[in-house]
């Protein structure tokens, strides 16, 4: 939500912040500017930029009604549009949506950021295919499970949940996870790691190296995010940004055999063995 400098601290304050979102949250953009009221006989239209990835769209706010000088709008989904993706949060994991408004004559100029709401996937590290039923606890620096809140930041949070499952935080708020989705909404800044249960059929961490890894592609087609987390390591959290880790799992019981044959001379004429 923009809100110009006119619109005094106590005001700001009560006003709802979103300041992440999912793949199943719509995005719906408000801009306080009265300065864009034009023409207090109809509904005005005002023009914000959103920028993700390096990628700049220009969107258009409605007015919410005759002479308001408040506008609204929603992100628009990628859909066939390639250009829609710099501003479809589903789509682009870990990046940051930056909006602006640029100042004129009649009104000020605004800006705000956000980031997409944290997620990670649980993943076949041959094949990039998304599991289910891996037991993921989030780990202190004690080694303790963690305290964890929901999305309010306060309602107290499962340290262990199971992805592709859901998850109930002490308010009753339910979280489901999508396929091969596990998340931590809140944790108070400090050292953390992720313990992995995998399924039976899989184990953990994974032996496959970091370039093999690097060629899956996660269900929005973009490289998986990996990091120390991802492999069973420390992690630290400084900030309120979200963190993501992809874990990938290997496939238990799979042994092989790589047989390379060498001749003893480089070269050979006819009759040479």
């Not at 990039?128 to 809140?149: E, H, I, M, Q, W």
């Not at 998340?183 to 190296?209: E, M, Q, W």
Request: net charge negative.
């Amino acid at each position: 939500r923009y809100t110009p400098a006119a619109i005094d601290e106590a005001t700001l304050a009560q006003a709802p912040v979103l300041d992440s979102a999912d793949e199943k949250t719509p995005v719906i953009l408000v801009l306080d500017a009265v300065g864009e009221n034009h023409d207090p006989t109809v509904r005005d239209t005002a023009w914000i930029n959103v920028t993700t990835a390096g990628i700049t769209l220009k969107l258009p706010l409605l007015e919410t009604g005759v002479d308001t000088g408040v506008f609204a709008g929603g992100i628009p989904q990628r859909g066939a549009n390639p250009q829609n993706a710099a501003c479809d949060p589903r789509f682009i994991r870990g990046a940051t949506i930056h909006l602006s408004f640029t100042e004129n004559a009649f009104s000020y100029a605004s800006e705000f950021s956000m980031l997409v709401d944290p997620a990670g996937y649980v993943f076949d590290s041959e094949t990039g295919a998304l599991v289910n039923g891996a037991v993921v606890t989030l780990l202190d620096d004690s080694g303790r499970p963690a305290k964890v809140y929901g999305d309010d930041g306060i309602s107290a949070y499962p340290s262990t949940v199971t992805s592709g499952a859901s998850a109930r935080d002490a308010s009753g708020r339910e979280y489901n996870f999508p396929q091969g989705n596990y998340r931590f909404p809140l944790v108070a800044p400090g050292n953390y790691h992720l313990k992995i249960v995998p399924p039976a059929d899989y184990v953990a961490p994974t032996t496959r190296s970091q370039a093999d890894l690097a060629k899956l592609k996660d269900p929005t087609g973009q490289a998986f995010i990996l990091n120390t987390a991802s492999f069973g390591g420390v992690f630290a959290i400084a900030t309120p940004d979200p963190f993501y880790a992809d874990i990938p799992l290997d496939r238990a019981g799979e042994t092989k055999l790589l047989l390379t044959k060498v001749a003893s001379v480089r070269d050979a004429s006819p009759g040479d063995f």
